[in-house]
């Protein structure tokens, strides 16, 4: 599979209406690494990697942010296989899969709901017919994420995920095939 560029494939399912605009503006991107100094920030893709001198440029820290921490989590990083999807497509097939019951897409803090999340699960991985999940990610521009699975369970992706899967949901997400 050819690497993703950002840049080329973010697509719009429809012409954009105020009301998802004005959705797409409220979205909350991801701030976990809003208290630290610029430097120690993960680039997002594209952004071209902080160097020694930049580094070495930072201010010291008076108290260490829990971000940094030891923590319970994975090392080496999670990696997620899968397509960016903007806050304007998860509205959209949202209100398309059970348009007898609306939901609300963001919950009352500005996230997107677990009953979005899930429909747009459910709803993306019959159109691909494979399990997808919605998934955020800290350090892509649009923070939003249509997954197949990460490099954790890459062995039994590596068995049931086919490249009809993955053009699947690159129509699905109006992605364009390179």
């Given at each position: 599979m050819a690497p993703i560029d950002p840049d080329r494939i973010m697509r719009s399912l429809s012409a954009q209406s105020s009301a998802d605009s004005a959705l797409e503006r409220e979205s909350i991107k991801p701030v976990v690494y809003a208290g630290l100094p610029a430097a120690l920030r993960p680039p997002a893709?594209?952004?071209?990697?902080?160097?020694d001198e930049e580094l070495a440029a930072a201010p010291p820290l008076k108290v260490?942010?829990?971000?940094?921490?030891?923590?319970?989590y994975s090392l080496p990083p999670m990696l997620e296989y899968g397509f960016p999807i903007t806050l304007e497509?998860?509205?959209?097939?949202?209100?398309?899969?059970?348009?007898?019951k609306p939901i609300n897409v963001l919950s009352e803090s500005g996230f997107i709901s677990m009953i979005a999340q899930a429909r747009v699960s459910m709803a993306l991985s019959e159109r691909c017919s494979h399990p997808v999940?919605?998934?955020?990610?800290?350090?892509?521009?649009?923070?939003?994420?249509?997954t197949f699975g990460n490099n954790y369970n890459l062995a039994s992706l590596k068995?049931?995920?086919?490249?009809?899967?993955?053009?699947?949901?690159?129509e699905a997400l109006g992605i364009r095939r390179f």
């Open positions: 893709p594209g952004c071209p990697e902080v160097t260490l942010p829990l971000l940094m921490l030891l923590a319970d497509q998860i509205s959209v097939i949202c209100s398309q899969y059970k348009p007898s999940q919605l998934s955020t990610v800290i350090n892509h521009p649009g923070g939003h994420f249509m068995r049931t995920l086919k490249g009809k899967h993955v053009r699947k949901l690159q």
